[in-house]
Each structure stands twice: as C-alpha cells, then as structure tokens.
Nanobody
C-alpha cells in the first residue's frame, strides 16, 4: 500500500498557473500507475490525467495543452502543472495510485485503490 498526500492547491486568477504535488510514502511508486482526478460538489469525480509506470500519459480533452502530468520516482512524487487556468478548473483535486494493471485506462477512477485527501483549486 502507498499513502498519498497532495499539496499546492490555492486560489488563482483566470489564466494563472499552479503546480500540484502528490508525495507518496509506504512503497516505491515506480511501478504504479498514477492519476489526477477532480470533483466539484454534487458532481461525479472526473479523470483529469494519468501516467503509467512507463511514463506514457493520458489527458482529458478539457485539459489537453494546459495541464501536464509528470512523476519523479526518486522523490516519490507526482506533479500536475496547471497553466492557463479557467474557472471551470475549480475543483478539489485528488491524487490516485494503482500497482495492478490498469485495464480500463489511467482516467478510470474505478481502476485505482489508493487515494489522497485532496487539495482545493479555485480559479476566479
């Protein structure tokens, strides 16, 4: 099992940038598929982006070209660089990890068994 702690959220103006971090402990993340999800009240959680153990990344259409996922296995950390932020990016952002094969794809929340507590991003 791995424990995940997100940080880096906050309030930012439209067009601004943020970088989220997710630090993992309890296991090495090198063989994990990891992802970022977001959720607003009364809405289902949405897959934003995911990165597999081989470094291949997937993105939701709504964030392509603006958000970039990366991982530093040596630092046990997952990142989400968020640029050109829009009001519709406002949400609680969650980090997730899974060390089994992600058959449904890295944007499918049902594939993940480990979750962080979330960090709030507000764009206005």
């Amino acid at each position: 099992h791995v424990q995940l702690v997100e940080s880096g959220g906050g309030s930012v103006q439209v067009g601004g940038s943020l970088r989220l971090s997710c630090v993992a402990s309890g296991d090495t993340i090198s063989r994990y598929c990891m992802g970022w999800f977001r959720q607003i009240p009364d809405k289902e959680r949405e897959g934003v982006t995911g990165i597999e153990s081989d470094g291949s990344a997937s993105y939701a259409d709504s964030v392509k070209g603006r958000l970039t996922i990366s991982r530093d296995n040596a630092k046990h950390t997952l990142y989400l660089q968020m640029n050109s932020l829009k009001p519709e990016d406002t949400a609680m952002y969650y980090c997730a990890a899974e060390n089994r094969p992600v058959v449904g794809g890295p944007l499918d929340e049902d594939e993940y068994s480990e979750w962080g507590q979330g960090t709030q991003v507000t764009v206005s």
